[in-house]
């Protein structure tokens, strides 16, 4: 029996297809699909490639502002950032391929965002990564954690792309669906942006890169299904990375844009050959046919729908004049690069597969990438929202010796350096990187002299998200704006990656539509437009889904790179405030979790119209130079962001605070819209001014200097020696995350 | 000075850091290097030839084992015979132990991690024409970014490097020492980089290039670059 001629009962099923969507293809191609047409349709309908389950939802992003040159739909987003100059960025997960088989899922995670990065004609010179995992105290997180961090390492350090910033935070509902999001962000010049669009009736199809073969068969349809134990045999569906390939696909790549031989371009992953010519020719609204027979191919024996759906890695789609066609194959020549000449633009409108003479699949491309049902799933409040708001928190006199458990806090895997991952990823080749990893946001030069600088950064705290998410989702926008502001960026534009459970679970669909609506309403106020990003659903594992976790990635630029803001305390004497309100706030904070391992209590308040004016008090403070240094301050609170600015800078701090909310509130309370900042003493007149003027609370807490971090606060008294935070701080992860 | 370009950056499939060699060139010495590609098998006299980090033809071997075979080494092997410069970095210095024109081999990193970081090195030896402009015992900082960066070399090697003065810098301590077992990849007696006999051939794993300008956090590097250029061209930069 023939792939084509198959015929079982309900063969759609096999396609991810349910019965309705059968019907639906059925009325709408005016008969039966056949079963290479089935695979087209269960591919592009499935959650991975058609948002049918979100669609609605992201319509509510902002997506404009004068900065955006490219919004939501393309490979990436670009932003404005002056001198002729645009900057792609996007962000996307890797989850389900990365519990399976973590060095490898990563790596391809890395190469496909990327690719992404440079199909729009931009070099890519910088990678993120936003990752997540179980609790850290078993082998097999132990594992997935030193896998991905291999795999993004063995990845970007090989092609020479750096890999600037990143999170990563641990809890156990993680365990076994892991979450790993890359982002990556290039340089191009505005007037030489590439569109993912098969234009020019006549046109040739290549795809140039890697032969195909038989690796990541489905892998989109396995990113739209949940894990479960028997998993591990999913392992062929893994892609295997070849960042050395990728390399030359780059460089070739980028010299046959450069020298203009090239109208449209694609990168191939998820689905490969189907999805990105099915897309290419949607967005151009013609058709176009491949014939298989024409694949470079690794292997003998592959099936016509396994070259098609093969996710091989390191695989471009290109659609190009057919004179240049013996251009383009000289330059992937010269990197010993397969080049060949596939398929044609049509304008017959269908997307057409044939090998040799025999069609093997005919279908409307607008049905393949228009024409997926949008469902608008129900919702139901789940009971925990109003459970896990009440919650007993540890008074004062429960916290037993505060020296210890702040020490804890700055050991505990949420809160230690990150030092052991971003070592392991070099963050420095390219020469742009200005602010290295470590700081709140990356910030990199950028090309032509010019004196501004580009500000990056990617965050989530899931917790908050779980508790409240539409406030949650509002607070990782809040929270990435004030990551570029603390180094004296203006937020320009984000992308998102929205990791979710099951959609089908009405309550894990009001998460999703929460979330996104905090995050709509949060990128709105504080006006930084969404300009693309990727979402994911079915993290669960045997039922049970991970926090929802819309991670945001977001760039931003500084007028002069020299007046960027650090968070290291630098000269002793030196007068520390913190701006913004400390309120009673310790629900969902790290430290309640630290003492009691429980998600729960009130997400703190956010005030976004505040927000907004805290960051344009950095951004302007910045301009200044009124300001030695900046933190902001997250999980873990006021303390900890006072510890971490002290040793960075290697100097300690004497503080004595007033604040009107209870010690461990004051200490560890995760009060929204804060920043620790440093300022020379003969200028904290001039910051009270400017504070007042942004309308801003300003409280003074200390000094500069020591060896010890010192605090006094109400009746509490914590002192401990710097060198011992630092030891603490800097290698525990590396302890923890020993095999 | 001469008006041409002295310097020429080689570039392999998979060589990364060949556009920060030949930046950092032209920020200390304001002069352009050439790029130049693995297969080319006649050069130019260069003066200096710069083999660049990276991961060449993807390093899934022993680092460097197969960039030996690439035409342009017999270009290299021919220039430097006849005393022209030739400077390896990191991968480029893999590729030198390689080829023979250094002695020695690399080992994966004791952690057998992948380090990128800034480290101090003691420059050991100030009287060859890359680190002249350095004083005698200076402490100073470049970036490693390699997994297999720990330098071995049998006893017989060893003693020679040492005895003939050829250890050009040495993994330190902040404060300038050199402990034993205190390099971060293994290194043997510590080595982080060293030169041939003739003193033309230098090959360091730390990169200079990525500490040649302020901005990006120290200028250290720019020593080297500034030492070699002199001694080329006799112009000051």
Not at chain 1, 494 to 519: K, S
Not at chain 1, 624 to 636: F, I, N, P, W
Not at chain 2, 135 to 148: C, K, V
Request: glycine share 12%; with cysteine.
């Amino acid at each position: 029996m023939s792939d084509l001629d198959r015929d079982r009962i309900d063969p759609w099923r096999e396609h991810g297809l349910t019965t309705a969507e059968y019907e639906l293809i059925i009325q709408l191609m005016g008969r039966k699909p056949n079963y290479g047409e089935m695979a087209l349709f269960g591919i592009m309908w499935s959650e991975h490639c058609s948002y049918k389950n979100s669609r609605a939802q992201l319509r509510k992003f902002p997506t404009t502002g004068p900065q955006v040159i490219q919004g939501p739909g393309e490979n990436a987003g670009v932003v404005d950032v002056g001198d002729g100059w645009g900057v792609a960025f996007k962000i996307e997960s890797h989850n389900h391929p990365s519990a399976i088989e973590p060095y490898q899922g990563a790596a391809t995670g890395i190469g496909g965002i990327i690719r992404d990065i440079f199909a729009v004609g931009a070099r890519p010179i910088a990678s993120l990564d936003s990752l997540r995992f179980g609790a850290l105290d078993n082998n097999r997180t132990r594992r997935l954690l030193n896998g991905v961090v291999a795999g993004i390492a063995g990845y970007g350090n090989c092609l020479g792309i750096p890999t600037v910033a990143g999170e990563v935070y641990f809890h156990p509902d993680y365990q076994e669906n892991p979450l790993v999001g890359a982002m990556s962000v290039g340089l191009v010049r505005v007037d030489r942006i590439f569109k993912g669009s098969a234009t020019g009736v006549g046109n040739v199809v290549m795809v140039v890169g890697a032969k195909t073969g038989r690796d990541g068969i489905k892998g989109a349809s396995f990113a739209s299904e949940e894990l479960s134990d028997s998993d591990t045999d999913k392992r062929p569906n893994v892609q295997v990375g070849d960042p050395f390939m990728e390399k030359l696909l780059l460089e070739a790549t980028l010299e046959i844009l450069d020298r203009g031989l090239v109208i449209g371009l694609q990168d191939l992953g998820a689905a490969g050959l189907t999805s990105s010519a099915a897309e290419m020719a949607g967005r151009a609204g013609n058709g176009l046919y491949l014939d298989i027979d024409k694949v470079p191919l690794r292997e003998e024996g592959l099936t016509p729908w396994e070259i098609m759906l093969s996710e091989s890695q390191e695989r471009m789609l290109l659609v190009v004049d057919p004179i240049r066609v013996g251009d383009i194959q000289a330059v992937f020549d010269k990197w010993d690069l397969d080049a060949a000449a596939i398929g044609e633009v049509t304008g017959d409108g269908y997307f057409t597969v044939r090998k040799g003479q025999e069609i093997l699949a005919r279908v409307p491309a607008g049905l393949l990438t228009d024409q997926a049902p949008v469902n608008f799933r129900s919702v139901r409040e789940p009971a925990y929202f109003k459970e896990k708001k009440k919650a007993d928190f540890i008074c004062e006199h429960e916290y037993g010796d505060v020296a210890e458990l702040f020490k804890r806090l700055l050991a505990s895997p949420n809160l230690a350096s990150r030092r052991w991952i971003y070592e392991q990823y070099d963050h420095m080749v390219g020469l742009n990187t200005v602010g290295r990893p470590g700081g709140d946001a990356a910030v990199l030069r950028l090309p032509g002299g010019s004196r501004k600088g580009l500000a990056l950064t990617v965050d989530c705290n899931s917790r908050y998200v779980y508790l409240n998410p539409r406030l949650g989702g509002a607070i990782a926008v809040a929270e990435a704006a004030r990551n570029l502001a603390a180094v004296g960026a203006r937020p320009l534009a984000l992308t998102n990656c929205l990791n979710f459970g099951n959609p089908e679970n009405p309550e894990i669909y009001w998460q999703f539509v929460q979330a996104t609506d905090g995050l709509a309403e949060a990128a709105r106020i504080l006006d930084i437009p969404v300009t693309g990003g990727n979402v994911s659903f079915y993290n669960e594992y045997n039922g049970r889904p991970i926090p929802p976790t819309p991670t945001i990635g977001m760039v931003g630029l500084l007028d002069e790179i020299e007046n960027r803001l650090t968070v290291d305390f630098k000269v002793s004497g030196d007068l520390i405030f913190v701006v913004g309100k400390t309120r009673e706030e310790l629900g969902a904070s790290e430290v309640h979790y630290l003492l009691t391992g429980r998600d729960e209590g009130e997400v703190p308040e956010l005030d976004l119209a505040l927000a907004l004016r805290l960051n344009q008090f950095l951004v302007v403070a910045a301009g200044r130079k009124l300001l030695r240094s900046a933190h902001d301050v997250a999980e873990g609170g006021l303390a900890v962001a006072l510890a971490e600015s002290a040793l960075a800078g290697g100097l300690g701090v004497d503080l004595k605070i007033e604040l009107d909310v209870s010690p461990p509130a004051l200490l560890f309370g995760e009060s929204q819209s804060r920043v620790v900042i440093s300022v020379r003493p003969d200028r904290s007149g001039e910051l009270e001014t400017l504070a007042r003027s942004f309308a801003l609370p300003l409280t003074y807490l200390g000094v500069v200097g020591g060896r010890d971090f010192r605090l006094v606060a109400g009746g509490l008294a914590l002192v401990v020696p710097l060198a011992e935070l630092a030891d603490l701080h800097q290698n525990s992860l590396a302890r923890l995350a020993a095999l | 000075m001469r008006g041409r370009a002295v310097a020429a950056v080689l570039v392999f499939p998979g060589s990364n850091c060949d556009r920060d060699c030949a930046r950092a060139w032209e920020a200390v010495t304001g002069q352009a290097a050439d790029f130049v590609w693995h297969k080319e098998t006649r050069l130019p006299d260069y003066d200096l030839l710069i083999l660049p980090g990276g991961f060449s033809f993807g390093d899934y071997l022993r680092c460097g084992a197969i960039a030996r075979f690439s035409p342009v080494i017999a270009e290299v092997k021919r220039l430097a015979d006849r005393g022209h410069y030739v400077l390896g970095i990191c991968n480029g210095f893999q590729i030198l132990t390689e080829v023979g024109l250094l002695p020695g081999a690399m080992r994966r990193n004791r952690d057998l991690l992948f380090i990128c970081r800034d480290v101090y090195l003691r420059v050991e030896n100030i009287r060859t024409d890359f680190t002249c402009g350095y004083s005698t015992g200076a402490i100073i900082s470049y970036p490693i970014a390699h997994g297999d960066g720990g330098f071995s070399i049998d006893s017989r090697g060893l003693r020679e490097l040492q005895d003939k003065d050829r250890i050009v810098f040495r993994y330190a301590g902040p404060d300038g020492r050199v402990v034993a077992g205190g390099s971060p990849n293994g290194s043997l007696d510590e080595i982080a980089g060293i030169i041939n006999g003739r003193g033309n051939v230098l090959g360091l794993m730390p990169h200079p290039e990525r500490l040649a300008e302020a901005i990006l956090g120290g200028d250290d590097g720019r020593v080297m670059f500034q030492s070699i250029f002199q001694t080329i061209t006799g112009a000051t930069v």
